[in-house]
């Protein structure tokens, strides 16, 4: 007992020390701990550039846009199209007129193109016409290319076989345009988890084979991912299933770089070139607002993981429940990227201690800062804020998307105060002007 201890005369001395040492504890350390919560950014060193690719989408014949709704794609946000999306390109061929179209469209909406040539029942000739006509005759200069969809999922079909078949079509079309830059493999499920049970774990080995085969040929290393339904029998997620997933996204990236490392020996840039909360068509998911927050929260992850190209499937859809826009309106994840397109350009460091709020900085070229903050949580939350090496010349306009605001400008927030106060599921912007 500690009053026995004080009064023993020869324990005193070291009792008192530790008594000392307590009370600085409680004063000192604590305290700072307590700082040390919520969210930070530290302005003082740039990670780098943020690809401004990263805000794609997939596209194609098979659920083109129509002209009425094409202001509404100009105005999105949206910096990169691939096409023609899908299991579509697997089971059809290209035509020149759809492939005008496509680039017209392209330009017309401000988007890079990306094109996706025949690998299931194509040849490599038809792959070398097509990137002829397109580069050569027309002067599109399309630089992203790939070869197969998810050939994971072809019938009958191994890695062995794909690796043949993938490089004498490779060959062929760099052989027509040595400058074009190639992605692959286009499998449909990176795992979410490094361990070698879980059922998708094989996939990260078709990466890994292709790469140690055609990793030379290859300028960017490209997944896909629908991490719902969970199995096929599993039904519709939940609502808290969807707000715990964007998590995997820590472990995806850093073990696919491994991989690429492991395979060639060397890194490779990455991109997830397709991606939704569900590859089901008939689930609801990707049509709810609780799916807006999870795509705004899953796609600032990947921008922090610092991927090359990300594209969302798809653009537009009027049949199923994929698609940024529907057929008269624009379902909710659209309005992640009119916030987005306002995000800064240069990255910075920035961490959340709040399982349920994360936080994505940036400056932009005028030097003023961005923060993406989202709160997956279904209840509103404060939480502290510390900034490093930037000081504000002004209160921070803020823009937010909830269930009551579409991506709307609310007014402003002193940043300074060192304190936010964030909606229940919402994704809030906040751009600070620099000091001069």
């Known amino acids: 007992m500690l009053h026995v201890s004080i009064l023993n005369r020869g324990r005193k001395p070291l009792v008192f020390k530790y008594l000392v040492f307590a009370c600085l504890l409680i004063l000192f350390v604590l305290p700072v701990a307590a700082?040390?919560?919520?969210l930070s950014v530290d302005a003082s060193q740039?990670?780098?550039?943020i690809n401004p690719f990263v805000y794609g989408v997939n596209y194609g014949p098979w659920a083109l846009v129509p002209v009425d709704?094409?202001?509404?794609?100009?105005?999105?946000?949206?910096?990169?199209?691939?096409?023609?999306?899908?299991?579509?390109?697997d089971q059809n061929n290209i035509s020149e007129p759809q492939l005008d179209l496509f680039i017209t469209?392209?330009?017309?909406?401000?988007?890079?193109?990306?094109i996706h040539v025949r690998l299931q029942n194509g040849t490599p000739e038809q792959a070398a016409e097509l990137v002829r006509y397109a580069n050569i005759e027309k002067g599109y200069n399309v630089r992203y290319w790939s070869i197969g969809n998810e050939p994971n999922l072809f019938k009958d079909y191994t890695v062995d076989q794909f690796n043949k078949d993938w490089r004498p079509i490779a060959e062929a079309m760099l052989k027509v345009d040595p400058k074009i830059i190639l992605t692959g493999p286009e499998v449909s499920q990176y795992p979410p988890t490094t361990d070698p049970s879980d059922y998708q774990a094989p996939l990260r080995e078709w990466v890994r084979q292709f790469l140690k085969v055609n990793g030379d040929l290859v300028g960017l290393v490209s997944i896909h991912r629908y991490p719902f339904p969970l199995s096929m029998n599993s039904g519709a997620e939940t609502d808290d299933q969807i707000r715990a997933n964007p998590n995997e996204w820590d472990t995806i990236i850093p073990d696919l770089h491994a991989v690429i490392k492991d395979a060639i020996g060397h890194d490779l840039p990455v991109a997830v070139t397709e991606v939704n909360s569900n590859w089901d068509n008939g689930a609801s998911a990707p049509t709810t607002?609780?799916?807006?927050?999870?795509?705004?929260?899953?796609?600032?992850?990947?921008?922090?993981?610092?991927?090359?190209?990300?594209n969302y499937f798809a653009l537009f859809t009027k049949d199923s429940n994929f698609g940024l826009l529907a057929r008269y309106d624009a379902r909710p994840a659209y309005y992640v990227y009119l916030l987005y397109k306002q995000f800064g350009t240069q990255l910075l460091?920035?961490?959340?201690?709040?399982?349920?709020?994360?936080?994505?900085?940036a400056t932009k070229d005028d030097g003023s800062l961005t923060l993406m903050v989202v709160n997956r949580a279904a209840e509103a939350k404060t939480i502290p804020l510390a900034i490093k090496g930037f000081t504000a010349s002004g209160a921070a306009a803020v823009w937010l998307l909830d269930k009551d605001h579409k991506a709307e400008n609310t007014g402003t927030q002193d940043l300074s105060t060192g304190t936010l106060?964030?909606?229940?599921?919402?994704?809030t912007l906040?751009?600070?002007?620099?000091s001069k």
Do not use: K
């Not at 700082?35 to 919520?38: C, K, L």
């Not at 469209?105 to 990306?114: G, L």
């Not at 906040?430 to 620099?434: D, V």
């Open 289 to 310: 607002f609780i799916h807006a927050i999870w795509w705004a929260d899953v796609l600032g992850r990947l921008i922090r993981q610092q991927v090359e190209i990300v």
């Open 35 to 38: 700082q040390d919560t919520g």
């Open 46 to 49: 740039p990670i780098g550039a």
């Open 430 to 434: 906040y751009i600070a002007p620099a």
């Open 421 to 427: 106060s964030l909606p229940a599921e919402s994704v």
């Open 69 to 89: 709704m094409w202001p509404m794609v100009a105005s999105s946000g949206v910096t990169y199209l691939r096409f023609p999306a899908g299991n579509w390109g």
């Open 349 to 361: 460091t920035s961490a959340s201690t709040d399982n349920d709020v994360s936080v994505t900085a």
């Open 105 to 114: 469209q392209a330009r017309q909406w401000h988007a890079e193109p990306h």
